[in-house]
């Protein structure tokens, strides 16, 4: 059965259900209520009859009973009862709707408390004209009792009166009941509507898939409200993010962490990084939510542990950066051979003796102060890398001998020092002029900081942008995005480091992290 028919079905029980409970508990209020109206009634009537003063003068001249009962009859036409039955001490009537029945002994047995006691009371018994409500009263002439009147109605007719009392209300439960219909049926539209048409089955169906999806995707996501609170997530951002499935937590950490303020700066389709402990920075990515109306309901942000990423990258680029090492080196020293073939045509053989022992020992020399005193294998491998791409690129790097590198400080992560080191270089080769180009390079300890040093001759940067280098997406090179100099700050400032920045003849980077107890060779 559809979701709008059951509905529909649903809403018309409750509706019947409830208009047929109050008609019922209608009806008999209103029966009680009549009852209680009647008996007043037929009460005020038998006290009235009994005052009468022609009732009275019949019991003295019993030649006027005739003219009594026209009399009592015509008080009950007017009234609208079933009867008023006058009768004397013993029972016997005087006055009765059918006359046959005067001069008759009372039917009921109901008679002998206003009798004999005199009382004024309502019964109900079995009479002439059938079950019946009655009212007695006491006829009382000179202070002496003559006799007793009986006013009632039978059952039959406070059954019909309650009943045509009733029937009044049937007009207005039909058209309630039709309102509620229709009501019903707008109802069951606008569900349908806001439910895209789909029955709870298929509403199911989508919710399952949509479950098994995000369970699967090997991508951590998170869905907000438009208030920033959490809707939804998976188990791959409980898992990267190292919570243990607990929504609370979960919900904590975006609101304490730097994820909600950037989420007001970056534009939709942007990618940022997120450093959220040492060693561990996700890459996120955030879509808005929005409903049929265009309104925003929500956001999306799903992500991934850039760290594994970066991994990945290092196992997939390797053979690349193998390549790009063997080809600098191999144009580099293409240059010099070029250089000693030279010397010896022209046979300056000194000279070319000479220039062969100057390679020698440069080459000697860099070898002995990045592979010697670099003890981290990632860090030697980036310097080497770097001065390869130097000398091709027809820039001096230097990397001062005094370099040294045996601890990385337990605040910074392996990978986020070779991105520190790498950002500041690269930007160095794009500051200086290839030809004439020098960028200086040392790293080493110093008073329990990790100190790093990187600067070169280039134009230096501007006073009017120096505030602005280290925010998202502002570059100076048209064709980079401007995430070095951001990424750079972030990490040290995460590894509760400083970096400072000075233009004299050139710029000068002075980056400082704490090495700390317990630090990870």
């Not at 049937?170 to 009941?177: G, R």
């Not at 039709?178 to 569900?191: D, E, H, K, Q």
């Not at 022992?357 to 080459?363: C, M």
Request: proline content about 2%; hydrophobic content about 40%.
């Amino acid at each position: 059965m559809k979701l709008s028919t059951q509905i529909t079905l649903f809403i018309v029980l409750i509706l019947i259900l409830s208009l047929g409970s109050m008609t019922i508990l209608s009806y008999y209020q209103m029966k009680n209520i009549l009852n209680a109206q009647l008996e007043d009634k037929l009460m005020n009537i038998a006290a009235y009859v009994s005052e009468d003063y022609m009732v009275k003068e019949a019991f003295r001249d019993g030649k006027k009973v005739h003219e009594l009962n026209e009399h009592i009859e015509k008080i009950r036409n007017e009234t609208k009862v079933e009867f008023i039955t006058v009768f004397d001490m013993n029972s016997t009537r005087l006055t009765h709707p059918f006359e046959e029945n005067v001069g008759r002994k009372f039917k009921g047995g109901d008679q002998t408390r206003a009798l004999t006691k005199a009382d004024r009371y309502i019964s109900k018994a079995e009479g002439t004209l059938g079950t019946s409500v009655r009212a007695f009263a006491p006829i009382f002439n000179e202070g002496r009792q003559i006799g007793a009147v009986c006013v009632g109605s039978t059952i039959t007719e406070i059954k019909k009166e309650t009943f045509e009392k009733t029937q009044q209300f049937i007009p207005i439960i039909t058209v309630v009941m039709l309102m509620g219909i229709c009501c019903a049926i707008i109802l069951t539209s606008n569900i349908k509507y806001e439910i895209l048409g789909l029955e709870p089955k298929e509403i199911t169906l989508l919710f399952k898939e949509k479950e098994a999806i995000l369970e699967n995707v090997k991508e951590g996501i998170i869905t907000l409200n438009e208030e920033g609170n959490l809707i939804q997530y998976n188990k791959e951002a409980a898992r990267i993010l190292g919570f243990k499935e607990n929504a609370a937590d979960i919900s904590g950490f975006i609101k304490s962490s730097k994820i909600s303020p950037l989420l007001k700066e970056v534009q939709r389709d942007d990618v940022f990084e997120v450093k959220i402990r040492p060693g561990v920075t996700i890459l996120c990515k955030y879509n808005v939510l929005r409903n049929d109306k265009k309104q925003v309901i929500g956001q999306v942000i799903n992500f991934r542990d850039l760290t594994e990423v970066k991994k990945m990258s290092e196992e997939l680029t390797g053979i690349k950066k193998m390549a790009w090492s063997l080809r600098a080196q191999n144009h580099e020293f293409m240059n010099k051979l070029h250089t000693i073939s030279g010397l010896i045509q022209l046979e300056e053989y000194d000279e070319a003796i000479k220039y062969i022992s100057k390679t020698a020992n440069s080459g000697n020399d860099i070898s002995r102060v990045i592979t010697g005193r670099i003890k981290n294998m990632n860090i030697a491998a980036l310097l080497l890398s770097k001065y390869y791409k130097a000398e091709e690129l027809r820039i001096s790097l230097k990397i001062d001998k005094q370099s040294y590198l045996d601890k990385i400080p337990e605040l910074i992560s392996e990978d986020d020092l070779v991105s520190v080191i790498g950002n500041l270089i690269e930007n160095s080769f794009e500051a200086v002029n290839v030809g004439n180009g020098k960028v200086f390079f040392k790293i080493a300890e110093n008073s329990g900081n990790l100190v790093i040093e990187v600067s070169d001759n280039g134009p230096g940067i501007p006073d009017d942008i120096k505030e602005k280098i280290y925010e998202r997406n502002f570059s100076t090179n048209s064709n980079q995005r401007g995430y070095g100099l951001y990424i750079v700050k972030n990490i040290v400032e995460d590894a509760d480091g400083t970096i400072a920045l000075s233009v004299d003849d050139g710029t000068s980077w002075h980056v400082e992290i704490p090495v700390k107890d317990g630090d990870k060779v």
